[in-house]
Structure formats: structure tokens, C-alpha cells
């Protein structure tokens, strides 16, 4: 049997080309190896306000982009979270499993509460809400960048207190991250990895973006007081170019180095965001092919709820059972 894949995308702010390069470029790669979920997690989304409409249509817009990524539909499930109850339902249970301790000290929960004037208890539960996206299709790996390391390690633990109050039930998720991809950060602060919620109009380029926008984009990108490419005393701006063609590209450092060398940063620039608007062209085609079809994007949502509901009722009613709690 495949090895189950899960993981989870918000449906705020904009995918960018880190985005790209960290997570999705891998899943389309190695979805034929494992049976993997990818869901859009809307209930997490609204921790913080959203605006209805902008979330309701950004659902569709990131299930898109999942697709036109090299997502197959045929091989992997693309879902929504609030479209599959159990999600809601299966946190519930875990929450009662969960110290209130182990939530608090969670640096997410820190960071976002410090910047809400009242903090909603969603906030606090987001990663109960996480540990049962993973614990209720018994995933066995879930690629997730660092900034998520700890809400996994915190699943793992809830994972391990329940089954050791009511016996073995969940499958206890690696940590180990095999599915790595490259880590992108911010064009205007190289120092931070690329955001889809912070940052200025500089800082990232999203997928989305047209030709002209990328270009212009990283035509800006911060750089250093050298002239032009060394690669023993290039800054964080620089480096961060060059990672970025190089993951584009799929060139050896050995070649990199050959080509960079000594290359001003203008033309450094040139040719990076070159190579981005390129390497994006299929995926923006694929975007517009994808979003011209009426109710395909909607289909594929659709088919992906209804081939999950099963093993989601399943994990639920053994759940139940092990609490005692009504199954009928
Ligand atoms: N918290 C994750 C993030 O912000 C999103 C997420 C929700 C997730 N549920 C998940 C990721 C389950 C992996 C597995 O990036």
C-alpha cells in the first residue's frame, strides 16, 4: 500500500514562487508515488476575519492553481476542509485530549495573538484543528515548510496522548520532512522567508502575477554593495536569486557558478526573472485553461470530498468507539 501524503494550504493571501519551488513543484512530483491529499483549509483561514466573498473565491483560485501546478486530479485528492465535517468534528474530540499549556506555547499562536485586539479561541485551537486534518486520514507523511515544525510535533503528541488514554487508534505522523523543497525568501528582506500574508507590494512574486509584474518585481529585489556575483561574499540577496534560478532551472552548482560568475547584478536580474516568467508560462496557461472551464475547478472539489468521506467516517467512528462515545 502507498504511503498517505497529507497536507494543508490556507486560503488567504497569495501563492507565490516559494510557494512553488517549496511545496507544490515537489507534490506534483511525487504524487504517483503515495496517495496524497491535498486540502485547502478554509476552517483554519478563518482563525483570523476574512472578508466572505474574497474567501469564498480564493478557495476556487488556490484549488486552481494546486491543478495547474501538475496536481492530477486522477492521482491526487485536492479538497476543502469545511466541505468534509469530520475535520470540524475530530478536532472537537482531540481538543479534549489537548493541555491548554501545550497551546500556549505554540510561537505561532503567540505571533498572531499579539497582533488581535480580542483573540479568538480559534486561534488557540488551530493547531488541534491541524493535528486532526493529518490524525483523520492516518497520514503518514505531511510536507510542510519549518514555520510548521512545531504545530506537527504538537499532532504527534496529541496523537500519542490519545491513543495511550483510550489504546492504539492513531498513526503517529513522521516528522522527518524527506519531501523538502527550496526555500524561498522575501525579493525586499532576504533575511525572511517569502510570505503570503506579509509583507509589501516587493516582496514576493505570486503565481499569478503577469510577466511585466515579475520582472519588475525582481528587478527591485535587494542585492548588496557588491558589484556583481562572488559567490564567497555575495549577501542574502543575492543568494536568494540565484536559488531561486537555480531551482527554476535544475542546474548544478557547478554550472551555476560557471555561468554567474562575476555577472552584474543587473543582468544578474535580467536573467533570474527571465527564467521565473518562462518557467511559468505552462503553469499560467494551465491556470487560464483550468479557470475558463465552467464548474471544473468546482467538479474536482467535489470528487475530492466525496472520495475521502469514507475514510474520514471511518477514523470518526473508531474515535467514538474508543470514547464511548453514541455510535449507532
Ligand atoms: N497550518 C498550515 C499552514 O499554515 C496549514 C495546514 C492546516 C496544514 N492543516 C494542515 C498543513 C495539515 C499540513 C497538514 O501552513
Known sequence: MKARVFSGVQPSGNLHIGNYLGALKNWAKIQYGYESIFCIVDLHAVTVY??????????????????????????????????????????????????????????????KSAAQETIGDGLLQYPVLMAADILLYQAAIVPVGDDQAQHLELTRDIAQRFNSLYGETFVVPQTSLPLVGARVMGLDDPEKKMSKSAGGAGHAVALLDTPDQIRKKIMRATTDSNPAVDFETMGPGVANLLAIFQAFAEWTDDRMKAHFAGLRYGDLKKQVAEMVVSSLEPFRRRYREITAEPGYVAGVLEEGARRVTPVAASTVQLVKERMGLYTC
Open 50 to 111: 476574512q472578508e466572505p466573498a474574497t474567501l469564498r473565491a480564493k478557495i476556487e483560485e488556490i484549488a486552481a492553481i494546486f491543478l495547474a501546478a501538475g496536481i492530477d486530479p486522477k492521482h491526487s485528492t485536492v479538497m476543502v476542509q469545511s466541505a468534509v465535517a469530520a475535520h470540524a468534528e475530530l478536532a472537537w474530540m482531540l481538543t479534549c485530549v489537548t493541555p491548554v499549556g501545550w497551546l500556549e506555547r505554540m510561537t505561532q499562536y503567540k505571533a
